[in-house]
């Protein structure tokens, strides 16, 4: 069992950065593929970035290619989420994601054993 929590969510405005976090407890996080998804209000959950067991591989959204970074650091249980140049359409309910799949599936929803609960994030224009 992997819990994540997430934080680094706020206001900010158009233009501006953020970077979320997100902690897993336990011993295995190096065994988890780690990605950011958001839902922002009446839309689905979306695929934003993820990243493989040791950082050496990601992928993004085209949305947010160029604009958002995905990190992790293995000794602390951690995963970031760098985001640059946000824009009104960036607002949603950011959450945290690990997979186990050997074979990583990035974007589907369906491939992630464990969620958090999300923090928000608001872009005022």
């Known amino acids: 069992q992997v819990q994540l929590v997430e934080s680094g969510g706020g206001l900010v405005q158009a233009g501006g950065s953020l970077r979320l976090s997100c902690v897993a407890s336990g011993r295995t996080f190096s065994t988890y593929s780690m990605g950011w998804f958001r839902q922002a209000p009446g839309k689905e959950r979306e695929f934003v970035a993820g990243i493989s067991r040791s950082g050496g591989g990601s992928h993004y959204a085209a949305s947010v290619l160029g604009r958002f970074t995905i990190s992790r650091d293995n000794a602390v249980n951690t995963v970031y989420l760098q985001m640059n140049s946000l824009e009104p359409g960036d607002a949603a309910v950011y959450s945290c994601?690990?997979?186990?799949?050997?074979?990583?599936?990035?974007?589907?929803?369906?491939?992630?054993?464990?969620w958090g609960q999300g923090t928000q994030v608001t872009v005022s224009s």
């Open positions: 994601a690990a997979q186990r799949r050997l074979s990583i599936d990035y974007v589907s929803r369906t491939a992630y054993d464990y």
